[in-house]
């Protein structure tokens, strides 16, 4: 089946710096969608990107869909304790309505 | 806007008993809702599509007569876990397709099964 390859497993950084986090597919995807989730929470849609090359940003979120269609990276700037959570990108394949998640990205900020 | 609600957001039930899982979208009308089990430090893993006024489609291994899916209307599916066990212990969340939006999914807060 498709899988969607998450990148760092986890990180642990010093408040202010900035984050990359990326996903990789070895299909093309149409929908790329990154979401956040803290402990006992859903989680919660930070960006949807629709179209390759689109670059969204959300604060301090920016996400981009890449250009060949098989890939996203999600990067936040200026980093703060509530940025601490895990962080999961989706794709949409083409054709499908069902999503396809990566393992997730765990985030630790040291304030 | 794109909200999802769930209820209970916790249960704690004994051995044998069925469990209903109740989702629902509040300010947008779903055709597709997806249900999925969340095991500890895991990713997300979908167990069935509910699809509003049609049988669920479920995944391989997902028992469809233990865990009963229905989509009654476009604002609300349930998940019955039936004849619980301490196996089916786990966190439950729902999403919804928003018509509008493509294939973006709005995930419920979830719901923490304890089987005792």
């Known amino acids: 089946g498709q899988q969607l390859n998450q990148s760092p497993q986890s990180m642990f950084i010093q408040e202010g710096e900035d984050v990359s986090m990326n996903c990789t597919s070895s299909?093309?995807?149409?929908?790329w969608l990154w979401y956040k989730q803290d402990p006992g929470e859903g989680p919660v849609l930070l960006i949807a990107l629709y179209k390759a090359g689109e670059l969204t940003s959300n604060g301090r979120l920016t996400a981009q869909f890449g250009i060949t269609r098989k890939d996203s990276f999600l990067n936040i700037s200026a980093s703060i304790p509530s940025d601490v959570g895990i962080y999961f990108c989706?794709?949409?394949?083409?054709?499908?309505?069902?999503?396809?998640f990566g393992a997730g990205t765990i985030l630790r900020v040291k304030s | 806007g794109a909200v999802v609600s769930q209820h209970p957001s916790r249960v704690i039930c004994k051995s044998g008993t069925s469990v209903k899982i109740e989702c629902r979208s509040l300010d947008f009308q779903a055709t597709t809702m997806f249900w999925y089990r969340q095991f500890p430090k895991q990713s997300l893993m979908l167990m069935a599509t509910?699809?509003?006024?049609?049988?669920?489609?479920?995944e391989q291994g997902v028992e469809k007569d233990k865990f009963l899916i229905n989509h009654a209307s476009l604002t609300l599916s349930t998940l019955t876990v039936t004849s619980a066990h301490p196996e089916d212990s786990s966190f439950y969340i729902c999403?919804?397709?928003?018509?509008?939006?493509?294939?973006?999914?709005?995930f419920g807060p979830g719901t923490r099964l304890l089987v005792l």
């Open positions: 509910s699809n509003e006024g049609s049988k669920a489609t479920y």
């Open positions: 999403s919804a397709r928003d018509l509008g939006a493509q294939e973006t999914q709005y």
């Open positions: 299909s093309i995807f149409n929908t």
């Open positions: 989706a794709g949409a394949p083409s054709g499908g309505n069902k999503l396809v």
